[in-house]
Antibody, heavy 122, light 106 residues
Framework: QVQLVESGGGVVQPGRSLRPSCAAS????????MHWVRQAPGKGLEWVAV????????YYADSVKGRFTISRDNSKNTLYLQMNSLRAEDMAVYYC???????????????WGQGTLVTVSS | DIQMTQSPSTLSASVGDRVTITCRAS??????LAWYQQKPGKAPNLLIY???TLESGVPSRFSGSGSGTEFTLTINSLQPDDFATYYC?????????FGQGTKVEI
């Protein structure tokens, strides 16, 4: 069955960096676009970024553009989110989610991981 | 950016009730809309995509309708397992936006 397992969250000071990852199994990882979606404590869902099946296309939410970088390693079935210049408002549970297509355009999320918590605090 | 507005924010209901949640888009998104259910401490779960297509394994008491800018999620005969928060989400183009969520409580 499809499994997405996030890791790499933790406590980080404002301005520092963190790189959570998402290990995928149970499907052909290289055939799907992938996303990061976050949820601040007690708040709603916010889409963060998407990467196409081969990593050639990436799109970001305005709130993270220029600070976050999404990437993938299809040989390791792993998705990454490099988060730089972290701010208090980036504190959230970060979920990886599988896209319903290979390109990640005009498509929804059909499977989600359980999330990893990123806490930004001095 | 396309904004998604859900109403109501909270909905009180009883087992067996029929409930309807509305989602409005700030511009035409055709039928590019999905609905998710989220329970406390859990990841969201896909219910409906393309406005009205039920995801495999989702009970038939869930249904979706609408197109353009106005959409609804209906739950017929609410079950105890349905008390959760529901989110709409557009996927028109390369970006995505969620509604703010509707909490269905007892």
């Amino acid at each position: 069955q499809v499994q997405l397992v996030e890791s790499g969250g933790g406590v980080v000071q404002p301005g520092r960096s963190l790189r959570p990852s998402c290990a995928a199994s149970g499907f052909t990882f290289s055939n799907y676009a992938m996303h990061w979606v976050r949820q601040a404590p007690g708040k709603g869902l916010e889409w963060v970024a998407v990467i196409s099946y081969d990593g050639s296309n990436k799109y970001y939410a305005d709130s993270v553009k220029g600070r976050f970088t999404i990437s993938r390693d299809n040989s390791k079935n792993t998705l990454y989110l490099q988060m730089n210049s972290l701010r208090a408002e980036d504190m959230a549970v970060y979920y990886c989610a599988r896209d319903s297509t290979i390109f990640g355009v005009a498509s929804y999320f059909d499977y989600w991981g359980q999330g990893t918590l990123v806490t930004v605090s001095s | 950016d396309i904004q998604m507005t859900q109403s109501p924010s909270t909905l009180s209901a009883s087992v067996g009730d029929r409930v309807t949640i509305t989602c409005r888009a700030s511009q035409n998104i055709d039928g590019w809309l999905a609905w998710y259910q989220q329970k406390p401490g859990k990841a969201p779960n896909l219910l409906i995509y393309k406005a009205s297509t039920l995801e495999s394994g989702v009970p038939s008491r869930f249904s979706g309708s609408g197109s353009g800018t106005e959409f609804t999620l209906t739950i017929n005969s609410l079950q105890p397992d349905d008390f959760a928060t529901y989110y709409c989400q557009h996927y028109y183009g390369s970006s995505r936006t969620f509604g703010q969520g509707t909490k269905v409580e007892i």
